[in-house]
Nanobody
Framework: QVQLVESGGGLVQAGGSLRLSCAASRRTFYAMAWFRQAPGKEREFVGD????????SYADSAKGRFTISRDNAKNTMYLQMNSLKPEDTAVYFC??????????????WGQGTQVTVSS
């Protein structure tokens, strides 16, 4: 079992930046990912990272603005979000499991952290 806890969400103006963190309860060799869910919408893939941090992939909406990294010494994954837009407003979730774009690829989930971008 792996427990995941997100932090770093908040309210930011459009064009601003936030860095989210996802702390795991133990070292994991799983791929990890960020998803987000806006009110009334399905949970959507934001990006993922391989177990060793060597590879990342991003949704088109995140490319060029968001960066995922991980520090396995700290059992923590990060999501650096720049040039934020109001449409980025959502609850952001981290997940651990096999690598992929779908929620069913991941076995462990955090509780989510709210990101609100004002215009």
């Amino acid at each position: 079992q792996v427990q995941l806890v997100e932090s770093g969400g908040g309210l930011v103006q459009a064009g601003g930046s936030l860095r989210l963190s996802c702390a795991a309860s133990r070292r994991t060799f799983y791929a990890m990912a960020w998803f987000r869910q806006a009110p009334g919408k399905e949970r959507e893939f934001v990006g993922d990272i391989t177990w060793n941090g060597a590879g990342t992939s991003y949704a088109d909406s995140a490319k060029g603005r968001f960066t995922i990294s991980r520090d396995n010494a700290k059992n923590t994954m990060y999501l650096q979000m720049n040039s934020l837009k109001p449409e980025d407003t959502a609850v952001y979730f981290c997940a651990a499991g096999r690598r992929g774009f779908g929620t069913n690829e991941y076995d462990y989930w955090g509780q989510g952290t709210q990101v609100t971008v004002s215009s």
